[in-house]
């Protein structure tokens, strides 16, 4: 069966950098995309961008560029977010995302906590 | 800066129809934006319902149905159960950028 294990809770300063992982299972990796979408405390979500594991084509969320880098590994097929120069706001839950190229998405990795603190 | 509007919140009985739409800023919605709709309950990670408008997944009990309605994207419970009770998100295409809506709390009572 198709799962997405991402990688445990965070805790960060600001100015910090966090690399969150999400570690697939249960198909061909390469097959499909891995997107990233985030959830702030008692908020919506919020989509980050996504990556192409064959090719390793990258679209980013506009207020994220340069501040985001989406990677993958296919001998582990493991998907990576960093996330440079924390801020409070970027305090969130982390969820990756398996998607057909970037437009269907269907299973949830169980997300991902990053607390940034001062 | 585009923005996607779901309705805020919406109340049902058990065993009636609701329907949610998503609208885009940036005009009609069509079958190439690609409407996703996902489930949220509290404490959980979203799960995903529909995809390209109208495809169920495996999963997605019959009950939920996507379309175009109107201009919009929309999602209709049929025979709501109160377990339908949730945050339901819709999620546009826009070429190289997606946008989610802000989420329609739905309360079955």
């Known amino acids: 069966q198709v799962q997405l294990v991402q990688s445990g809770a965070e805790v960060k300063k600001s100015g910090a950098s966090v690399k969150v992982s999400c570690k697939a299972s249960g198909y061909t990796f390469n097959r499909y995309g891995i997107t990233w979408v985030r959830q702030a405390p008692g908020q919506g979500l919020e989509w980050m961008g996504w990556?192409?594991?064959?090719?390793?084509?990258?679209d980013y969320a506009q207020n994220l560029q340069g501040r985001v880098t989406m990677t993958t590994d296919t001998s582990t097929t493991t998907a990576y977010m960093e996330l440079r120069s924390l801020r409070l706001d970027d305090t969130a839950m982390y969820y990756c995302v398996r998607s057909q190229g970037d437009i269907n998405f269907d299973h949830w990795g169980q997300g991902t906590l990053v607390t940034v603190s001062s | 800066q585009t923005v996607v509007t779901q309705e805020p919140s919406l109340t049902v009985s058990p065993g009636g129809t609701v329907t949610l739409t998503c609208a885009s800023s940036t005009g009609a919605v069509t079958y190439g934006h690609f409407p996703n709709w996902f489930q949220q309950k509290p404490g959980q990670a979203p799960r995903s319902l529909v995809s390209s408008t109208d495809n169920r997944h495996s999963w997605t009990p019959a009950r939920f149905s996507g379309s175009l309605l109107g201009g919009k994207a929309a999602l209709t419970l049929s025979g709501v159960q109160p377990d339908d009770e949730a945050e339901y998100f819709c999620?546009?295409?826009?070429?190289?950028?997606?946008?989610f809506g802000g989420g329609t709390k739905l309360t079955v009572l």
């Open positions: 990556i192409s594991p064959d090719n390793g084509h990258t």
């Open positions: 999620l546009l295409y826009y070429g190289a950028a997606q946008v």
